[in-house]
């Protein structure tokens, strides 16, 4: 009861404008300012988290992107070193002496009078071929279909491989011929490709695949650098010829040549588990090793005496704040006990 006489006595003495100010505007401001700092707390709060995911996914995605792009080019690496390149390709130039008219018993001057021959440089210093990978190795002539040719038969086909010395290291001796065709066929065949022979774009001619070597493998300590070609006839006719050496892939060579996409996504994620492991591996040896735990303990300490010397500091504030609420309610004590002390002297003087 005398609580609430007093807090009616305290609202008349304040007056209806300082009733209403602590009543209600100060409450009002001060649920408003409250607001406002709690949802500033929430969204600076939400910001840093959004801001610490989004830099944890950046190094996730830096880190992982690395790791790919080396597995792609360890892939890419040992593709080049153990895969050779599929085929050599050289051409020939054929050369011969000539017949005149006092030589091979010939009066018109017309002919060869040596077999045709040609020199083909493989390569310089470095080795062209890989060792321990079998190569297939063929010349291929175009011939035409001549009189002469048709009339020529069976002919040899001769190569001699060359070291940098100038030593004989590898020879073979092939025969070869046009292939036959009898009458009826070549009437019919002339007959159906005379428009194409007309207009040029077809030629009566065929292609002598001569193969020199099915299995060759070149020596470790003297490469092939040069290699020599003959045809033993003088009554060949040639429109060009070509030196090709073709690697013959088996086993996993064979896998990635022929089938380079499921070769290189079964080689990268290899790759990938291979890195992974060195990695967690690593991190593992890392973690556990006495120089990353003494540099745990180390930052540990440090923050235990940071909270130490924050929280003292923290204690005597409050400390200091708690005394200067003491001493202000002391004054308003004693001005409260003086100003009823005026008020009771001038009530006796009235008296």
Not at 183 to 192: F, M
Not at 199 to 209: A, C, P, R
């Amino acid at each position: 009861m005398f609580q609430i006489f007093s807090s009616l006595k305290r609202t008349v003495c304040m007056g209806p404008r300082e009733f209403v100010r602590q009543r209600f505007k100060l409450p009002l401001v001060k649920f408003i300012h409250d607001t406002i700092n709690l949802y500033k707390t929430r969204t600076q709060t939400g910001v840093n988290h959004i801001r610490e995911i989004l830099f944890r996914g950046t190094v996730v995605a830096l880190i992982t992107a690395l790791l790919v792009w080396l597995a792609i080019f360890m892939y890419v690496a040992f593709y080049y070193a153990y895969v050779p390149t599929i085929s050599h390709e050289r051409p020939v130039f054929l050369k011969f002496r000539a017949c005149d008219t006092n030589s091979c018993g010939s009066g018109n001057g017309k002919g060869m009078c040596s077999f045709p021959s040609a020199h083909i440089k493989l390569t310089e210093r470095q080795r062209l071929l890989m060792l321990g990978q079998p190569y297939k190795i063929h010349l291929d002539l175009e011939m035409p279909e001549s009189p002469a040719n048709r009339d020529l038969g069976m002919f040899m086909v001769c190569a001699d491989f060359h070291g940098s010395g100038g030593k004989v290291l590898a020879n073979s001796c092939r025969s070869a011929m046009l292939h036959y065709r009898g009458y009826l066929l070549d009437t019919l065949y002339k007959l159906v490709f005379s428009p194409f022979f007309v207009f040029g774009s077809s030629e009566e001619k065929q292609n002598i695949h001569v193969e020199l070597f099915s299995d060759f493998e070149e020596i470790e300590s003297e490469p092939v650098t040069d290699i020599f070609i003959e045809i033993q006839t003088t009554h060949i006719e040639i429109y060009s010829a070509k030196f090709l050496i073709n690697a013959r892939f088996t086993g996993l060579r064979f896998l990635m040549y022929n089938w380079p996409i499921f070769s290189a996504a079964i080689g990268i994620t290899s790759n990938l588990v291979f890195i992974a492991i060195v990695c967690m591996v690593s991190w593992y040896q890392i973690i556990n090793s006495e120089e990353y735990q003494h540099l745990l303990h180390n930052q540990s300490e440090r923050k235990i005496l940071q909270d130490f010397d924050s929280g003292s500091s923290n204690s005597s504030l409050d400390e200091d704040t708690s005394l200067l609420e003491e001493e202000k309610h002391l004054r308003l004590r004693k001005g409260r006990s003086g100003s009823k002390d005026f008020i009771e002297e001038i009530r006796d003087f009235d008296c």
